[in-house]
């Protein structure tokens, strides 16, 4: 049944290869696997550009696994020398845009779903969603769907990194900060100069260290990214305004983050959102112990993904490297989907049997 499954998989990401899927343009795509779905007798839902399902034998009084995995892509890389639609084999690689990020993931993880979808007596249910606007960070993807799909217990959220287990993965916060003076004449030393104002809270940014710190990542990182001020040379500025970039580990909450800021300066701070959190899941997890006993090591991701749009225990894990997304002839290894299936499969056995 894998080697089937594998097949259908690779030939389903030639598809959806050929088929472009541009964040928010994800209509051809989400048909394409909404059909894929139907085609093996699996209920399948949709909404806007997001198709989940689950499991035929589906018991609302068990725990539900969330498998997750987008089918957006950016736009192709400008240095390409191959068609970005035109799905090519090459020694043992699948070459075409969105292959490694993330369609090598999606249809493993889909196939491992149908692997599942007709099993009695498991220990879980199964809820698989294929979803839209990941690239941009998008709000009618995940984000739109998580409401519709009951409550989740833990999520495999289908990125590349070459099968090995992402344990956490920072979150991200971007806030703007002003601080207020008071104009007047350069000249007759006039006013408050507000760039002085800033100065002292951008020092505050560069020099504080947060008293937790993360295992996997070390400490949250803030950097002062943009600063804006004055209009002409002899007017002392009222108004300094600049950019914060914070890079918030699975230490804190991007909320918690947030507040020990505003405790610590003067000026006024707005987060543009906090809604790309920080995310992890256990060690001692069932999950992450599975993949540890199949050989796979255990890491902290540096890249944001929609597992930030969740709230449970998550597990960033697929075929591919990630060294490879968003590059110019992106490829993922034909072995690499068939690894990812059998890892799949193999260490949800050892949890819903």
């Known amino acids: 049944m894998k080697k089937e499954l594998t097949t259908q998989a690779i030939q389903l990401l030639e598809h959806l290869i050929a088929t472009p899927s541009f964040s928010k343009e994800e209509d051809q795509t989400a048909t394409i696997l909404a059909q894929f779905l139907a085609n093996h007798g699996v209920e399948v839902h949709r909404e806007l550009h997001n198709v989940w399902a689950f499991n035929q034998h589906f018991d609302a009084n068990k725990p539900t696994i969330l498998l997750n995995s987008h089918h957006d892509t950016v736009r192709p890389n400008k240095d390409y020398t191959r068609d970005p639609f035109t799905p090519t084999h090459s020694e043992g690689k699948l070459y075409g845009l969105g292959s490694n990020d993330a369609g090598g993931c999606l249809v493993s993880l889909l196939a491992t779903f149908l692997y599942f979808h007709k099993q009695e007596n498991l ?7 294929a979803t ?12 739109y769907v998580l409401p519709k799909l009951g409550t989740l217990d833990f999520a495999i959220v289908g990125e590349p990194t070459q099968m090995q287990l992402a344990v956490a993965e920072r979150g991200l916060m971007v806030l703007d900060c002003v601080a207020k003076g008071r104009s007047g004449h350069a000249a007759r030393n006039e006013g408050e100069n507000a760039i002085f104002k800033a100065i002292q809270d951008i020092t505050w940014f560069n020099s504080y260290q947060f008293p937790k710190v993360s295992t996997e990542f070390g400490p949250s990182k803030m950097s002062v990214t943009m600063i804006q001020a004055g209009t002409q040379h002899n007017v002392v500025p009222a108004t300094c305004e600049f950019v914060v970039d914070i890079r918030v580990t699975d230490a804190y909450t991007n909320e918690e983050v947030l507040e020990i800021v505003k405790q610590h300066v003067d000026c006024e701070v707005y987060a543009r959102s906090t809604r790309l959190k920080p995310s992890s899941i256990a060690k001692d997890h069932p999950l992450v112990q599975a993949g540890i006993q199949l050989g796979r090591t255990t890491y902290g991701s540096p890249t944001t993904s929609d597992q930030a749009l969740l709230d449970i225990p998550s597990l960033k894990c697929g075929p591919g490297d990630s060294a490879r997304s968003h590059t110019a002839d992106e490829y993922v290894y034909i072995d690499e989907i068939e690894e990812g299936i059998n890892l799949y499969i193999e260490m949800l056995n050892q949890i819903v049997k």
């Open 132 to 143: 839209a606007e990941e690239e941009i960070s998008g709000t009618a993807g995940l984000e």
């Open 123 to 129: 220990k879980y249910n199964f809820c698989m969603a």
